[in-house]
């Protein structure tokens, strides 16, 4: 009985990563403020050419960041190739809605009842790379009476597709913050 229940949990852990989509998204244009831009270089990227990654890459002298667009949210890796470390302030981060509205945005070490909270910076060393994610915190709510569960709404719906949205990361660096925006829009599901 007990390695039924093991390999249960087992079959429903590995077919719930299976239900992740991934949409595509073209690259309209990564902005950040001008005198960050002549101190530190332009940015370069392209869309990833594995074709089995759903993860665009941009860089410039500071960070690397990739990013997908799931049914949800908005994934993304980023590594500080600075020989400083840097905050991500995520109070200061943001999603550019397809309104054209820029809403508050959780990360994966926000738990969902206090998703109206302070977040804490995370500090991203030399070298250091973090795997995690925006979601619009409003898109959070509690799908049963009571606090014993929560849904997600997805990121965008069909009517938005190719409309222009934006993931803003705030990063603080050398006691300034310096915000990256990354604009795209999105195109139907990829498999």
């Known amino acids: 009985?007990?390695?039924?229940?093991?390999?249960?949990?087992?079959?429903?852990?590995?077919?719930?990563?299976?239900s992740t989509r991934y949409y595509g998204f073209a690259l309209v244009t990564v902005d950040r403020p001008v005198h960050f831009a002549e101190k530190h270089?332009?940015?370069?990227?392209?869309?990833?050419?594995?074709?089995?990654?759903?993860?665009?890459?941009?860089?410039?002298?500071?960070l690397r960041i990739s990013i997908a667009i799931t049914d949800d949210r908005i994934a993304f890796k980023l590594t500080n190739t600075m020989q400083k470390s840097f905050?991500?302030?995520?109070?200061?981060?943001?999603?550019?809605s397809p309104t054209?509205?820029?809403?508050h945005v959780i990360h994966q070490g926000t738990n969902y009842a206090h998703k109206e909270e302070w977040q804490r910076p995370s500090v991203v060393a030399s070298g250091n790379t973090i795997d995690d994610f925006l979601l619009p915190?409003?898109?959070?709510?509690?799908?049963?009476?009571?606090?014993?569960?929560?849904?997600?709404?997805?990121?965008?719906?069909?009517?938005d597709f190719g409309k222009e949205c934006a993931a803003v990361f705030a990063l603080e660096i050398d006691n300034e913050i310096v915000e990256y925006t990354i604009r795209f829009?999105?195109?139907?599901?990829q498999k």
């Open 41 to 62: 270089g332009a940015i370069a990227g392209e869309k990833n050419i594995d074709l089995k990654s759903p993860y665009c890459t941009f860089h410039d002298s500071c």
């Open 137 to 159: 915190a409003f898109h959070v709510s509690v799908y049963a009476e009571g606090n014993d569960g929560f849904a997600v709404k997805p990121l965008i719906f069909s009517w």
């Open 87 to 96: 905050n991500v302030v995520w109070d200061k981060c943001g999603f550019k």
């Open 100 to 103: 054209g509205s820029i809403v």
């Open 185 to 189: 829009t999105i195109n139907p599901v």
């Open 1 to 18: 009985m007990k390695k039924l229940v093991l390999f249960t949990a087992l079959l429903v852990s590995l077919l719930s990563c299976v």
